[in-house]
């Protein structure tokens, strides 16, 4: 399955923590790319070291309209996914979204407007109670997925963790 997550309605620097957790979520559960029409240039810098260190290609990409994008990536075959309160409950349709191919994930910020509701393939709840995006996001990256994101190998980077029963093992990679 190839994932890509859209944010849409971030206000810049009030959500940049969050916009950042966003992104850090998007690319540690498996998405390829995450999507933004706003991006202040340190969440790409932390994103691009982040890549450095500890390898894989996720991307920001920018983008003019998010409208657009949405129109586009339905033409292609892409099911668009929408984190909602409001949507159907993530049980009962995670399996259904796990079969797709391709999917686009869109998480909010401040209110999103009714189209995005209207267009999306599934609108999904992560409970019927407002929470965060960025955990909803989580939850449902792995529900898909069902943990496997955590078996993948990051190609690329400098360094790679032994997981350790204490304390930290670090190592670097040959080049
Ligand atoms: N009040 C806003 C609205 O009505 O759209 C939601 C604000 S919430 C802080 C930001 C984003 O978190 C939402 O757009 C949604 O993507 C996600 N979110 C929050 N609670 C959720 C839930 N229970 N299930 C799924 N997504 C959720």
Same mark, same amino acid.
């Given at each position: 399955?190839?994932?890509?997550?859209?944010?849409?309605?971030?206000?810049?620097?009030?959500? %940049? =923590?969050?916009?950042?957790?966003?992104?850090?979520?998007?690319?540690?559960?498996?998405?390829?790319?995450?999507?933004? /029409?706003?991006?202040?240039?340190?969440?790409?810098?932390?994103?691009?070291?982040? &890549?450095?260190?500890?390898?894989? %290609?996720?991307?920001? #990409? *920018?983008?003019? &309209?998010? =409208?657009?994008?949405?129109?586009?990536?339905?033409?292609?075959?892409?099911?668009?996914?929408?984190?909602?309160? *409001?949507?159907? /409950?993530?049980?009962?349709? #995670?399996?259904?979204?796990?079969?797709?191919?391709?999917?686009?994930?869109?998480?909010?910020?401040?209110?999103?407007? =009714?189209?995005?509701?209207? &267009?999306? %393939? *599934?609108?999904?709840?992560?409970? &019927?109670?407002?929470?965060?995006?960025?955990?909803?996001?989580?939850?449902?990256?792995? =529900?898909?997925?069902?943990?496997?994101?955590?078996?993948?190998?990051? %190609?690329?980077?400098?360094?790679?963790?032994?997981?350790?029963?204490?304390?930290? #093992?670090?190592?670097?990679?040959?080049?």
């Amino acid at each position: 399955m190839t994932i890509e997550v859209l944010r849409i309605g971030q206000r810049l620097v009030r959500d %940049d =923590r969050v916009t950042t957790h966003v992104a850090l979520v998007s690319r540690a559960f498996g998405a390829k790319k995450i999507y933004m /029409n706003e991006i202040n240039p340190e969440i790409k810098e932390t994103l691009s070291k982040v &890549n450095k260190s500890w390898g894989s %290609d996720f991307e920001i #990409q *920018y983008i003019e &309209n998010w =409208r657009t994008l949405l129109k586009s990536k339905k033409k292609d075959g892409v099911k668009i996914i929408h984190l909602t309160m *409001y949507g159907q /409950n993530i049980n009962s349709i #995670q399996a259904k979204i796990a079969k797709e191919k391709q999917i686009l994930i869109v998480v909010g910020a401040e209110k999103v407007p =009714r189209d995005v509701y209207e &267009n999306a %393939d *599934y609108n999904v709840a992560v409970g &019927n109670q407002p929470h965060s995006e960025i955990s909803a996001l989580a939850i449902v990256l792995d =529900r898909i997925q069902s943990g496997a994101q955590f078996d993948s190998k990051f %190609d690329g980077g400098r360094l790679q963790i032994i997981p350790s029963e204490k304390g930290k #093992q670090v190592v670097s990679k040959k080049s």
